[in-house]
Structure formats: structure tokens, C-alpha cells
């Protein structure tokens, strides 16, 4: 099963596609992005940035939330970034401000607009998890660490050269604070791909360097999994893409 979440067509046919199987759905793992990437707009009309990293997965979620209502308990896991905290997307009055969300070409910046995808996923994961909690579904934005050994900067050469040159200074996914995460079996997720009991009480929290964060005046945090592939996708984190034994669907 294959999913581009830049076009919003193609997340309503594989959620179709997946419902058509009758599988209980226990853990859904938001963490596809893109980074890094000059001004497009999707088939959509939408800048890419905020439909890839935000809006294709809200709108997966919703389609799939009776599965997940259905298949609890369930969870579903955000993967969101720290840079949520350097950006906005509120006017100077404090409202919304839509256009900061898919800007035009002029008020574009890279930089800034996944900053404020990743916001959105903090955001939307809370939300989700205040109304889909009373009802066994909870949810988790994480923040992964630094993508340096990640595929995240290959848009830009920019972030390459940078990525490069910071690799050497950078901690790997095992260290002294976050050994006790990774799994017998090798796997170095952080999160355990939500099948193993983390020992809180499934409510929503934030998850940096493995560890539950404070927030930042109540956003939390999360990060893009640096397997960006211009938001398309199979999915194959442990779930095998929603096939019959699975209790894992990962995108």
C-alpha cells in the first residue's frame, strides 16, 4: 500500500484501502516530512511543506479515526521536531493566521515553513488526544533528535554542507541517557514504535532525547523522522503496511 500525503486524493484512497481489509488499527505513526524545500504548491493548491508534514496526516487521521475508536486502546504517535519553538502562526492580534500556514511564494522560507508544519502536528496531537482519550484512543508528539545521519537536507545543499560538517559533534541514537529505550532486538526507534509500555498512563505528553518534556507554554514537542521522500511513502515501519497480522500501520 502506497501513500502520498501530497495529494489528499491519494490519503482518501488508502484509507479506503485499508478500511476495505476490516484490521484493527492499534498504532498509527504519523512521522513522514519534507524539509528544506524550494516554493511549490501540491496538486492541492496548498504549499507542500505544511500538506506533506501536516495537513496529509490530519486528514489521514481523521479517515481513520472510527478504526481507531473501534480498535482501542490505540494510539497514535506524532512525529513532530523541537523547531516548533521558532515560529508562529498567530497574526499580531493573536488569531490564527491562515496564510502563515500555506503561504505564497513572496512570505515563503523554508525554514520557516517546516517550523510551523511541526507546530501543527504539537497542536494537533493535543487536540486529538483531549477528544479521542474519553474514548481509548490517546496521542504522543516525539521529538527524534537531530536528523544529521538522516536523508532530511538532501533539498537543499545548503543543510548538506552543514549536516556534514556538524555529524562529528552530534550524539548518536544510543547514548547514557537514552540506552534503557532501545529494544533487545536492536531497534533504536526512541519510542518502541508504540508497542511496548512506556509506564505512563497514556496521556498526552511530549517526548525529547527520550525523555517526557515540560513543553514550552503548553506545545509539545515532537520531530520529523528524516525519511523524507517528498511526502510519498510505503508504509513499513513494523506494520507491514496494514496487512492482516499487523497491529501496526507506520507512515
Given at each position: 500500500m502506497t501513500l502520498d500525503l501530497a495529494v489528499l486524493r491519494s490519503v482518501q484512497h488508502f484509507a479506503e484501502a485499508f478500511k476495505a481489509k476490516n484490521v484493527s488499527l492499534h498504532v498509527l505513526v504519523c512521522n513522514a516530512g519534507t524539509f528544506a524545500l524550494?516554493?511549490?504548491?501540491?496538486?492541492?493548491?496548498?504549499?507542500?511543506?505544511?500538506?506533506?508534514?501536516?495537513?496529509?496526516?490530519?486528514?489521514?487521521?481523521?479517515?481513520?479515526?472510527?478504526?481507531?475508536?473501534?480498535?482501542?486502546?490505540?494510539?497514535?504517535?506524532?512525529?513532530?521536531?523541537?523547531?516548533?519553538?521558532?515560529?508562529?502562526?498567530?497574526?499580531?492580534?493573536?488569531?490564527?493566521?491562515?496564510?502563515?500556514?500555506?503561504?505564497?511564494?513572496?512570505?515563503?522560507?523554508?525554514?520557516?515553513?517546516?517550523?510551523?508544519?511541526?507546530?501543527?502536528?504539537?497542536?494537533?496531537?493535543?487536540?486529538?488526544?483531549?477528544?479521542?482519550?474519553?474514548?481509548?484512543?490517546?496521542?504522543?508528539?516525539?521529538?527524534?533528535?537531530?536528523?544529521?545521519?538522516?536523508?532530511?537536507?538532501?533539498?537543499?545543499?545548503?543543510?548538506?554542507?552543514?549536516?556534514?560538517?556538524?555529524?562529528?559533534?552530534?550524539?548518536?541514537?544510543?547514548?547514557?541517557?537514552?540506552?534503557?529505550?532501545?529494544k533487545d532486538d536492536g531497534d533504536e526507534d526512541g519510542v518502541d514504535d508504540g508497542r511496548e509500555d512506556s509506564g505512563d498512563d497514556g496521556s498526552e505528553d511530549s517526548r525529547v532525547d527520550c525523555r517526557e518534556d515540560g513543553g514550552d507554554d503548553g506545545k509539545e514537542d515532537g520531530g520529523d523522522d528524516g525519511r523524507e521522500d517528498g511526502g510519498e511513502e510505503d508504509s513499513e515501519d513494523g506494520g507491514d503496511d496494514g496487512s492482516e497480522d499487523s497491529r501496526i500501520a507506520g507512515f
Open positions: 524550494p516554493w511549490t504548491l501540491t496538486k492541492d493548491g496548498l504549499e507542500t511543506t505544511f500538506q506533506v508534514n501536516h495537513l496529509g496526516h490530519f486528514y489521514l487521521v481523521q479517515l481513520l479515526q472510527d478504526v481507531l475508536c473501534r480498535s482501542a486502546p490505540a494510539r497514535v504517535i506524532v512525529v513532530s521536531s523541537e523547531s516548533h519553538r521558532f515560529t508562529d502562526i498567530n497574526d499580531s492580534s493573536g488569531k490564527l493566521d491562515l496564510s502563515r500556514l500555506s503561504p505564497s511564494q513572496s512570505d515563503y522560507w523554508a525554514m520557516l515553513a517546516y517550523n510551523r508544519s511541526k507546530l501543527c502536528n504539537i497542536l494537533f496531537s493535543n487536540e486529538l488526544h483531549r477528544r479521542l482519550s474519553p474514548r481509548g484512543v490517546t496521542s504522543n508528539a516525539v521529538h527524534p533528535g537531530n536528523m544529521m545521519f538522516s536523508s532530511i537536507h538532501r533539498n537543499s545543499w545548503v543543510y548538506t554542507l552543514l549536516f556534514t560538517l556538524a555529524r562529528p559533534f552530534t550524539k548518536s541514537m544510543v547514548t547514557d541517557t537514552n540506552k534503557d529505550f532501545v
